[in-house]
């Protein structure tokens, strides 16, 4: 199933209560490819989340247009077109947790599935599986999502997502909040699951050792605009550029220009992980 | 959610915004009081325009003053067609059995009317203009008198405030959940009666949980910095009465002397 994400010169607005920020996304144009797996960064504000929210029409562009598969999000008749399109995009909120209400893990899963047309059968069945997916027991079903840890509540709001069945998975943030370990669980749970079922991913993340451990394709928002969109690899080549964009570099990215500056040699690659990085170092033999 | 506008505070630099909290809840609270002395059309004219030159003062547009009323529309209308009804006296337009239109409804109609959206303009006024820190100040302030009574004026004040502060997080909140289980594939404002109050229940128990554990989080915050209940305390803000507050209220007091001189002996319309 082709399921890449097209945004057509979008423009949009956000508004809470009485402020309202124009032209949150600016003419923004793009295309996420069907399958791929794309980690969208930026300044606090540069538009990050509301191109998350663009995709499943909870913001609506000002104009311009939106692209899922084959569904088209404009800001005229939006409503069958949306409906469509968020039986395709599953979107995990910054902390999903809060989202939780019913009595039982289970009943909380099946929500989703059961609101999109599933049966009840067939959602408890999916419950099932998302349970074990996302590294719980499935005798948690039965319990209470208000008794359990932080940690499992994430995993929880995360299951009642995936149980959703979607094409494309939509994550704001998946590991904030939580330890180093618990958050690199998430996000292999999460990269396991797109490479299973073949998903279209993007998350929004503000640590790029995540990029430069999951991610294939990076997003670099700045001011309602796309700054760069293209792999990992290119956009921490030029660490004056990514200083621009008020980012920072990978922990081996940074590492080996320290190197490559002190020792004042240049490595042949970029190394994004320190195991590559290793790699580099004994090929050219400094190590 | 967005849309209610009573009790929200612009931020500016009007005089009203100038003023002291106290000055505009005291006048807030009289004008209500003042506009039943009005009983005939020239005092109501009086109020309007008193009421617009308010309004104008604030520097808010009227916009939002009248998208303020708009969700006790239905409320006022309701109140004003039972006046129109029911009222009896002078020339009769239409009569069907039970139900007449008289002189002495329509007029009465329009003055209710007139009652309902000033009161709801001039408190929008008072809380568009006042920071809701500042108002529980000055409630604080006026219930002193009560202390004597041993009603505990400060933890009151203390809860309003709190209450107050966690409106915005509240409703950025709900926003929030409500967003999430959109995406879930809730639609709100769909379906039968029933199937639209079921869908109230996955917004408002993580609301209820959230503001649970808020409410406990910022109990123990506030006992690790040893608050107690029954001890005296400092203010951090400090409400300071200038000369303008003092003109602002003698402004009422002339409101109201003039306000007497129009009234009509009779209940004449």
């Known amino acids: 199933m082709v399921m890449q994400i097209r945004l057509d010169t979008v423009t949009a607005d956000y508004r809470v209560g009485p402020i309202r920020s124009p032209k949150i996304l600016n003419a923004v144009s793009t295309t996420v490819k069907s399958k791929s797996f794309s980690a969208v960064v930026g300044h606090t504000g540069s538009?990050?989340?509301?191109?998350?929210?663009?995709?499943?029409?909870?913001?609506?562009?000002?104009?311009?247009?939106?692209?899922?598969?084959?569904?088209?999000?404009?800001?005229?008749?939006?409503?069958?077109?949306?409906?469509?399109?968020?039986?395709?995009?599953?979107?995990?909120?910054q902390f999903p947790e809060s989202q939780l209400f019913a009595e039982t893990v289970e009943k909380d899963i099946i929500f989703g599935p059961l609101n999109f047309?599933?049966?009840v059968e067939e959602a408890k069945v999916i419950a099932k599986e998302v349970i074990v997916q996302v590294g719980l027991e499935v005798s948690i079903l039965k319990k209470s999502p208000f008794s359990l840890s932080g940690g499992q509540k994430r995993r929880v709001a995360i299951a009642g997502i995936l149980a959703m069945n979607p094409d494309i998975l939509v994550l704001d943030e998946p590991g904030a909040g939580l330890d180093p370990k618990g958050k690199k669980e998430i996000m292999s749970l999460i990269r396991s699951w797109h490479e299973e079922k073949g998903l279209t991913t993007i998350f929004v993340t503000h640590d790029m050792d995540d990029v430069a451990l999951?991610?294939?394709?990076?997003?670099?928002?700045?001011?309602?605009?796309?700054?760069?969109?293209?792999?990992?690899r290119d956009a921490?080549?030029?660490?004056?550029?990514?200083?621009?964009?008020?980012?920072?570099?990978?922990?081996?990215?940074?590492?080996?220009?320290?190197?490559?500056?002190?020792?004042?040699?240049?490595?042949?690659?970029?190394?994004?992980t320190l195991n590559e990085l290793a790699d580099v170092l004994i090929e050219v033999g400094l190590a | 959610?967005?849309?209610?506008?009573?009790?929200?505070?612009?931020?500016?630099?009007?005089?009203?915004?100038?003023?002291?909290?106290?000055?505009?809840?005291?006048?807030?609270?009289?004008?209500?009081?003042?506009?039943?002395?009005?009983?005939?059309?020239l005092s109501y004219v009086l109020l309007w325009l008193f009421t617009f030159f308010v309004m104008r003062l604030s520097g808010v547009k009227f916009r939002v003053y009248f998208r303020g009323v708009r969700p006790l529309i239905w409320l006022i209308i309701f109140t004003v067609f039972l006046q129109i009804l029911f009222t009896a006296g002078g020339e009769i337009y239409i009569d069907w059995g039970p139900i007449t239109i008289s002189e002495f409804g329509l007029i009465n109609g329009v003055y209710i009317f007139s009652r309902f959206v000033m009161i709801i303009f001039i408190s929008t006024v008072v809380t568009l203009t006042t920071k809701p820190i500042d108002l529980?100040?000055?409630?604080?302030?006026?219930?002193?008198?009560?202390?004597?009574?041993?009603?505990?004026?400060?933890?009151?004040?203390?809860?309003?405030?709190?209450?107050?502060?966690?409106?915005p997080n509240l409703l950025d909140e709900t926003q929030k959940v409500m967003d999430a289980q959109r995406a879930r594939g809730t639609e709100f404002g769909e379906g039968s009666l029933v199937q639209q109050m079921k869908k109230i229940v996955p917004i408002f128990l993580p609301l209820f949980v959230s503001s649970l554990n808020r409410a406990e989080d910022m109990a123990n915050a506030m006992e690790v910095r040893g608050y107690q209940s029954s001890k005296p305390r400092s203010s951090f803000r400090r409400l300071n009465w200038h000369g303008r507050?003092?003109?602002?209220?003698?402004?009422?007091?002339l409101l109201t002397i003039v306000l007497v001189m129009l009234r009509t002996e009779a209940h004449v319309y």
Not at chain 1, 214 to 232: H, L, N, P, W
Not at chain 2, 27 to 36: D, E, H, K
Not at chain 2, 138 to 166: G, Q, T
């Open chain 1, 47 to 93: 538009g990050k989340s509301s191109l998350l929210k663009l995709t499943n029409g909870l913001l609506l562009p000002t104009s311009g247009q939106v692209e899922i598969g084959d569904h088209i999000i404009k800001s005229e008749n939006p409503k069958k077109s949306v409906k469509a399109a968020r039986k395709k995009v599953g979107m995990v909120f």
């Open chain 1, 236 to 272: 921490f080549r030029d660490a004056d550029r990514v200083r621009n964009w008020h980012l920072e570099l990978p922990e081996a990215r940074r590492f080996q220009l320290k190197l490559e500056k002190e020792k004042a040699v240049s490595l042949p690659r970029v190394c994004l």
């Open chain 2, 1 to 41: 959610m967005n849309k209610l506008i009573l009790g929200r505070y612009f931020p500016g630099d009007s005089i009203l915004h100038q003023m002291d909290a106290r000055a505009k809840l005291l006048a807030g609270i009289y004008f209500i009081f003042v506009l039943f002395i009005a009983n005939n059309w």
């Open chain 1, 214 to 232: 999951y991610a294939d394709e990076v997003i670099v928002m700045e001011k309602g605009s796309i700054a760069f969109q293209g792999t990992v």
């Open chain 1, 117 to 119: 047309g599933m049966s």
């Open chain 2, 245 to 253: 507050d003092t003109i602002g209220l003698l402004v009422m007091v």
């Open chain 2, 136 to 167: 529980t100040d000055a409630i604080n302030y006026l219930l002193h008198p009560l202390r004597r009574l041993k009603v505990p004026v400060d933890e009151i004040s203390l809860m309003l405030s709190i209450s107050l502060r966690f409106i």
